[in-house]
């Protein structure tokens, strides 16, 4: 078997590693959204904490 093969996969190959790439671009979405979202929540925790000291 060399590498060509491997990689075709007996024609399903487009499809295997379309998934594997759809699946990995998901993950990263993922983790881009989540560490958005920690982001504006630690923001949103300055601003709370800010407004308490000023009363």
């Given at each position: 078997m060399n590498w060509g093969e491997f990689f075709a996969m007996k024609g399903y190959g487009f499809y295997v590693w379309g998934?594997?790439?759809v699946a990995l671009l998901i993950f990263v979405i993922e983790i881009a959204l989540v560490r958005h979202k920690r982001i504006i929540t630690l923001q949103q925790l300055r601003l709370l904490r800010?407004?308490?000291k000023e009363e």
């Amino acid at each position: 078997m060399n590498w060509g093969e491997f990689f075709a996969m007996k024609g399903y190959g487009f499809y295997v590693w379309g998934s594997y790439g759809v699946a990995l671009l998901i993950f990263v979405i993922e983790i881009a959204l989540v560490r958005h979202k920690r982001i504006i929540t630690l923001q949103q925790l300055r601003l709370l904490r800010d407004a308490e000291k000023e009363e």
